[in-house]
């Protein structure tokens, strides 16, 4: 569409943006966002074009990758809608092992405060409030974390400021919950000791949960596991202990 007497070098791209053959399918989609391309050449080892993708490729690519996130964070991998309930019942069964085994930790500490638990025995009735706040609070920063890890926007360099930002997201929702639910244990039971107790444990659990929602899949990636795949169930762990263990540890004290 050029007329005849332009040189090709004044329109040409002199810095075109070339895709490795070994480049990760995550990798190629983040490019073509970066770079807002609708195509690119693709080269081998010794920068030699050897191929194209396109746009309508990456669609695809993004859109798998997206959903194997999903799946892999929900602890199912790449289950596919056609596979037989053996092969389905096979690739839940490990994480659903290792959940067990994690719930058998969640109990044995709940077992270290037994004799504060017969002491109150209201204890037992409130303490999954704090758990469940906890393990949703914690799962709500590992979505968003293993987001911006898979769009490499957590990078070192905002890494300690995310860290800081979910500490004071934590505080926040903590004292808000605590004054919450403080409020109903008072109209409910009628104790001041025992809002007390829920409202410093639910602080504490907020801001671990917080915390441990992006320090475990940051530290998974690090060791060369998928966060999408591991985080879960370490995040569910951590925050189910920190919960029992605050509420009964703090019910312990004051009683």
Partial sequence: RTSRDLKMNSIMREMPVLISVNMDKEEVGLTFENYNLV?????????????MITGDDVVTVVQEEAEEDALRLAGVGDEEITDTVIIKTKRRFNWLLLNLFTAFLATYCISLFGATIEQMVVLAFLMPIVASMGGNAGMQTLAVTIRTLATNDLTKNNFNQNIIKEFNIGVLNGIIFAIISSFIVQVWFNDSLLSLIISISMIITMI????????????????????????????????????????????????
Avoid: E, R, W
Avoid at 39 to 51: E, H, M, P, R, T
């Fill in 208 to 255: 671990v949960a917080g915390l441990f929602g992006i320090v475990v899949p940051v530290t998974l990636k690090k060791l060369k596991i998928d966060p999408a795949i591991a985080s879960s169930v370490f995040v569910t762990t951590i925050t189910d202990v920190i919960g029992f263990v605050s509420f009964l540890g703090v019910g312990a004290y004051y009683l």
């Fill in 39 to 51: 195509s690119a050449g693709v080269v081998n080892k010794d920068n030699k074009l050897i191929g």
